[in-house]
Nanobody
Framework: VQLQASGGGLVQAGGSLRLSCAASGRTFSGSAMGWFRQAPGKEREFVAAIRWGSPGTYYANSLKGRFTISRDNAKNTMYLQMNSLKPEDTAVYYC?????????????????????WGQGTLVTVSS
């Protein structure tokens, strides 16, 4: 599956953005999708994940309450609503998809667990 992330941009601290990740090529039938981010000079880190065929959303502890992940299976699209943005949220945000029929929770947090990646969308939060 091909993934296309969009929705990034420049926003002031305290503002909001909604990222989208559209899957194309075929109807996504894997077990989960996720968002990761990578700030300059830092490793890619887990942001949030969502199970695709069953309920379940997961967040990095530091982002709970500000970020919300959701999906629209009919549109083959995943979203990330980001509120109360802070300058430290500045990063390239990547969406990723995990194929296969099932995923245990611990696998959702690892970059290595995902099979397909979008190109990334830049989020810049000014102070």
């Amino acid at each position: 599956v091909q993934l296309q992330a969009s929705g990034g941009g420049l926003v002031q601290a305290g503002g909001s953005l909604r990222l989208s990740c559209a899957a194309s090529g075929r109807t996504f039938s894997g077990s989960a999708m996720g968002w990761f981010r990578q700030a300059p000079g830092k490793e890619r880190e887990f942001v949030a994940a969502i199970r695709w065929g069953s309920p379940g959303t997961y967040y990095a502890n530091s982002l709970k309450g500000r970020f919300t992940i959701s999906r629209d299976n009919a549109k083959n699209t995943m979203y990330l609503q980001m509120n109360s943005l802070k300058p430290e949220d500045t990063a390239v945000y990547y969406c990723a998809a995990r194929e296969g029929p099932r995923t245990i929770m611990s696998e959702l947090f690892s970059v290595r667990s995902y099979d397909s990646w979008g190109q990334g969308t830049l989020v810049t939060v000014s102070s």
